[in-house]
């Protein structure tokens, strides 16, 4: 864990706690829980942002669950959506007949999500749908269904708990917003 006078430095403030983030993760294990009763759910994550938050969600699905991982970008090292979605690397499992659940970190445009349930969706799955830690619905430019989700968040960048600027960051144990400094230190580099 980074030490905090290291997290002061970057952080401009806090939006959600490590608490906060766990109580997400409690009420939506339940939910998921409930919904995935007596089904064998392929839990997706896309990587990277997802990871903590997947690890931590899954912990609390009292299902049998089995996992794969997808590594999906339409960032890049920026901080707006390129507008177009690439498939970086695939999974391995066959998702046919599966009931699968995508695990993102936030969805913004909503394209990654549209383009990953289109893939999945396409190659036969029985049902395609998506737990994300935040939904930045105010950003929406495509029509898709975030079907979970632990919290809505405005129109700024979060970085922390799996979400990174630049690669950086993602083991803040909370999400926070970056100070303007940093974006500036970094681009500069
Ligand atoms: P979308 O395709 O929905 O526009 O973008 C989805 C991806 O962009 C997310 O999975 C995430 O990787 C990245 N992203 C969107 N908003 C943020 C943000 O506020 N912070 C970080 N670190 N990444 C973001
Ligand atoms: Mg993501
Ligand atoms: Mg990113």
Do not use: W
């Amino acid at each position: 864990m980074p030490k905090s006078d290291n997290i002061n430095r970057i952080i401009d403030h806090k939006l959600f706690s490590e608490d906060d983030i766990h109580n997400m993760c409690v009420r939506l294990g339940k939910q998921l829980t409930q919904d995935y009763a007596g089904k064998k759910p392929l839990v997706v994550g896309a990587l990277k942002g997802a990871i903590f938050f997947l690890t931590d969600l899954t912990r609390q699905m009292d299902v049998d669950e089995e996992m794969d991982f997808l590594d999906v970008s339409s960032y890049g090292n920026s901080m707006k959506s390129s507008g177009t979605v690439k498939l970086i690397s695939d999974m391995a499992t066959d998702v046919k007949g599966r009931d699968v659940l995508i695990v993102e970190d936030v969805v913004d445009t909503g394209l990654t999500l549209k383009f990953m349930k289109d893939l999945i969706g396409g190659r036969g799955a029985k049902s395609v749908k998506c737990c994300a830690l935040l939904n930045k619905e105010v950003n929406r430019t495509v029509d898709v269904d975030v079907d979970y989700y632990g919290s809505k968040v405005g129109n700024e960048f979060v970085v922390g708990y799996g979400l990174d600027f630049m690669n950086y960051f993602r083991n803040i144990p909370y999400v926070g917003v970056l100070k303007p400094e940093i974006i500036k230190e970094f681009n500069n580099k």
